[in-house]
C-alpha cells in the first residue's frame, strides 16, 4: 500500500521529504536556540544538506513530470549522499576522537580578533566542537540520528526513483 504512493502520488512523496526536511531543521533550531546547544562546522554543513534536499523535493513536488520528479530524485539522493557522508565523519570523531582538534572558533574571540567582514562568515560556519556529545537519544548523538535520518532520506529517494523509471 506504501509503495503504492510512489506510484500514484509521487508528489506527495516529494511534500513528505521536504517535510520531514523542515521538521529536522526546525529541531536543530530548537536545539541551538531554546537548549544552548553550539552547532559545530559540521552541523551546520549537514543543514545546508537539509535545506537542498527540502528545496529540491519542493520543487520536484510542483512539477507534475516524470522526468523532473526523476531528476529530483537523483538530485535529493545526492544531497542525502552527501548529509549521510557528513554525519558518519562527524560520528567517527565523536566516537575516535583526535588528540588535539577542534573545529570551531568561540564567537566572542572571532568578533574581537578578526574585522567584521572576515568574522560574519565564521559565525555561520559553526563554533562548537565537532567530536563533542552534547546531546543524544536512545544512546545515539545528533550525528548518529541526522546519519539515520539522510539515509532514510536516501532510501525514500531511491525507491521514488526506481518506481518512477520503472513506471510507463
Not at 522526468?67 to 565523519?89: K, T, Y
Request: glycine fraction near 10%.
Amino acid at each position: 500500500m506504501v509503495l503504492n504512493w510512489f506510484d500514484t502520488a509521487p508528489r506527495r512523496v516529494f511534500w513528505l521529504i521536504c517535510a520531514a526536511c523542515v521538521v529536522m531543521l526546525a529541531f536543530g533550531l530548537y536545539l541551538q536556540h531554546a537548549v544552548g546547544l553550539e552547532p559545530c562546522p559540521m552541523c551546520i554543513v549537514q543543514r545546508y544538506a537539509l535545506i537542498f534536499v527540502a528545496v529540491i523535493a519542493a520543487l520536484a513536488a510542483t512539477g507534475g513530470l516524470k522526468g523532473i520528479h526523476i531528476v529530483g530524485a537523483l538530485l535529493i539522493l545526492a544531497g542525502s549522499g552527501f548529509g549521510a557522508f557528513v554525519a558518519a565523519r562527524q560520528s567517527w570523531l565523536q566516537w575516535y576522537p583526535p588528540e588535539m582538534a577542534t573545529c570551531g572558533r568561540d564567537f566572542y574571540g572571532m568578533i574581537e580578533t578578526f574585522p567584521l567582514q572576515r568574522a560574519i562568515p565564521m559565525i555561520f560556519k559553526g563554533s562548537g566542537d565537532c567530536t563533542k556529545v552534547d546531546w543524544t537519544f536512545l544512546g545515539g548523538s545528533i550525528a548518529n540520528w541526522s546519519f539515520v535520518c539522510f539515509v532514510g532520506l536516501a532510501l525514500v529517494s531511491l525507491v521514488l526513483l526506481a518506481r518512477r523509471v520503472a513506471a510507463r
